[in-house]
């Protein structure tokens, strides 16, 4: 049977952002309405028994995440929206909030109620400006129409939903870095535990969702926990939207059940529709620029968060950079290298310094001055950094370099042997370390 | 004998802290209209968190002068209720802040992996010498900063770049000078825009999200 999207079914038609559409298309606010007929603990055994898991990364699953939110407390409680999509080769949020608001509003409010919140923030990147007035006006829509403010429905429940805008910041997608931004400070992360769950946002219990995560929320309302679940293999149900980069055909974000294996989202008509001019593919990056390569040979495999783990990745954030034969794989890590010093938050000592010498390192190598030692040094920096650092940066950052020095060694030596890059490409910078600093 | 290696004290560079202050910069105030968001803004936030509202009180400032001054910070902290030395930790972290003066468009081009596969790096390098400008630079008339910066969240329309608050998407390198040229005559009508905004408003009518057409390569 052909996959019915859910997603993002309407999202090419005109005004598909707007309430009329949502309303007409996708049974808008009838999750919210039936939620609020439910207790919060029925909708939490809900959302557990559907198997959510987070859509931003980690995988956790969603209902036990609210489960530790719930519990009795004097304080005010939080949902935060994580929507500062920032990991290189993912943009599926974006899509979400630019062409379908009204699902992420209306899952921001299930979420508040079933956690005992009355605000969501939805913390969205500072680049994504033209997304955020769209978001913003049809909030300002939802509450005009009753599905936002106070006593929506008339059954006493007040929710506001409000939109923070980032000023450029990767590691405010961190959940706690996120929380500090939120709170005014410097998007640094915080020593775990206390978790956000127990002390989040101004020390009160909050959940942090991805954007896609809550858009699941009114799916698995109103469809039933069994429906969502069944969508996709077992433990990886429900929809999930795949972002496919670099040297593909099509590029874009593609929804699929996670029973799609990588093979078909990269050369299935359907999805990206196979290599740029028919190029061979050298390696893809699965799951957002933090995780381990996979080998064209290693395709087979379900796209789904157990699968992409057991060929030896991570699924992440399901952005996938495809690339062909023409990259060199040492400029690759030395790209994401650049990417992760300058957004390192510095405040962790392995990450903040190694993510520069592992820059200094690889640019040596790339320039053709790199010593055979070399090779000893950036494996011992990057170890040095993983499983050392408040958050999961400092693993994402070494990720790159290790991934590569394990499947292209060889590289690695042929730089350092011919005193030069061995593999430059024509859609290099014609100065080969121009903008490197 | 000392077995150290002889160091310069005072005047060497690795003595001294890199830090450099914003520039005072004439009285800053926010106009009635600013104000007004802020005082707006600042509700949505618990009454003590009002700490909260600073990356907004700041896009307010720089929005109002363009780039960000110590007076400014100054009033920012006022308004928050914080000091100045806070407000300064935000702004130095952040890099949508300004704090010396930037052209009227500022072109900031993406330069992470998905953009980079299709030609950033040379998009920048055409960029560069089309305004005589390296990265990091302000062209003399003060109209155009050139910028390079990480990942935008674009990467199906790769190579992206952002100048102010507009998208402008695949940006072959041959078209850059070009895009230099339109800015020119035309200002920010010849920015593409994002696709999805567009679309959302017009209809993408058959294309999907991600159809890379021969023809619609700006």
Redesign the interface.
């Known amino acids: 049977m052909a996959y019915q999207r859910v997603l993002?079914q309407y999202?090419?038609?005109?005004?598909?952002?707007t309430l009329d559409s949502y309303l007409k298309h996708q049974r808008g606010y009838e999750g919210l309405r039936k939620a609020l007929t439910l207790k919060p603990g029925e909708i939490i055994d809900q959302v557990k028994a559907s198997g959510l898991r987070g859509r931003g990364g980690a995988g956790f699953p969603t209902g036990m995440k609210w489960q530790f939110v719930l519990k009795d407390t004097p304080k005010?409680k939080y949902i935060c929206c994580n929507a500062d999509?920032?990991?290189?080769?993912?943009?599926k949020d974006?899509?979400l909030m630019?062409?379908n608001p009204h699902l992420l509003i209306e899952g921001c409010a299930i979420g508040c109620y079933a956690i005992g919140a009355k605000v969501a923030?939805i913390y969205i990147?500072?680049?994504?400006?033209?997304?955020q007035q769209?978001l913003e006006a049809e909030i300002e829509k939802a509450y005009k129409a009753g599905y936002l403010g106070k006593n929506i429905f008339g059954s006493g429940f007040d929710c506001?939903v409000?939109v923070?805008?980032?000023?450029?910041?990767?590691e405010a997608g961190e959940e706690t870095a996120l929380i500090e931004?939120?709170?005014?400070?410097?998007?640094q992360p915080r020593i775990k535990p206390p978790f956000p769950a127990v002390a989040g946002l101004?020390q009160c219990p909050t959940a942090v969702n991805n954007v896609e995560t809550l858009c699941n929320v009114p799916l698995i309302i109103m469809n039933g926990p069994e429906w969502f679940s069944k969508l996709g293999p077992e433990k990886n149900g429900g929809p999930k939207l795949y972002?496919?980069?670099?040297?593909v055909?099509?590029?874009?974000?593609?929804e699929a059940a996670m029973d799609t294996t990588l093979r078909e989202l990269i050369y299935d008509e359907r999805f990206?529709g196979g290599m740029?001019d028919e190029r061979p593919m050298k390696a893809v990056?699965p799951g957002g620029?933090s995780v381990p390569l996979l080998l064209p040979d290693q395709l087979d495999i379900p796209a789904s968060f157990d699968g992409v783990q057991k060929a030896g990745s991570l699924l992440g954030s399901a952005?996938l950079?495809v690339?062909n034969d023409s990259?060199c794989a040492v400029w690759?890590a030395m790209?994401?290298l650049?990417?992760y010093r300058?957004?390192s938050?510095g405040k962790c000592t392995p990450c903040r310094e190694g993510t520069d010498w592992l820059l200094k390192l690889l640019m040596r190598i790339e320039r053709g001055e790199g010593q055979p030692k070399d090779l000893d040094l950036l494996f011992g920096v990057s170890n040095n950094i993983v499983g050392k650092t408040l958050c999961a940066f400092g693993d994402a950052a070494a990720t790159p370099v290790l991934s590569t020095m394990k499947l292209f060694r060889d590289e690695y030596e042929a730089h350092i042997r011919a005193g030069a890059c061995t593999l430059p490409a024509p859609?290099?910078?014609?100065?080969a370390m121009?903008?490197a600093? | 004998m000392s077995f150290h290696p002889r160091m310069e004290y005072a005047p060497a560079k690795f003595h001294k802290s890199e830090r450099t202050l914003a520039e005072q910069g004439g009285d800053f105030k926010y106009t009635p209209e600013n104000q007004a968001k802020f005082d707006e803004n600042v509700t949505h936030y618990p009454p003590e968190q009002r700490k909260s509202a600073i990356l907004f009180a700041l896009y307010l400032a720089q929005g109002q002068q363009g780039y960000l001054t110590a007076a400014a910070m100054q009033h920012v902290a006022q308004q928050i209720g914080c000091t100045a030395a806070e407000v300064e930790d935000v702004v130095t972290y952040y890099t949508m802040f300004y704090r010396t003066p930037v052209g009227k468009y500022v072109i900031n081009v993406c330069r992470t992996l998905s953009c980079a596969l299709l030609g950033a790096e040379r998009v920048t390098e055409e960029l560069s010498a089309a305004l005589g400008i390296k990265p990091g630079e302000t062209d003399p008339t003060g109209t155009f900063t050139l910028v390079e910066v990480e990942c935008l969240g674009a990467c199906d329309r790769a190579p992206v770049v952002m100048v102010n608050d507009e998208w402008h998407e695949r940006l072959a390198p041959e078209q850059s000078a070009k895009l230099i040229a339109d800015i020119r005559t035309k200002g920010a009508a010849a920015f593409t825009g994002c696709h999805l905004n567009k679309e959302a408003q017009q209809g993408a009518g058959a294309r999907g999200t991600g159809d890379r057409g021969k023809g619609d390569r700006t």
């Open positions: 993002t999202i090419n038609e005109p005004g598909s952002y005010p999509e920032s990991e290189p080769g993912t943009f974006h899509v630019e062409r923030y990147r500072g680049e994504f400006y033209h997304v769209i506001d409000y923070h805008r980032g000023a450029g910041a990767y931004s939120l709170e005014g400070k410097r998007a101004y972002c496919i980069s670099g040297h055909k099509k590029p874009g974000v593609y990206a740029m990056i620029s952005g950079i690339f990259v690759l790209n994401l650049h990417f300058h957004e938050c859609w290099r910078a014609k100065h121009a903008g600093h």
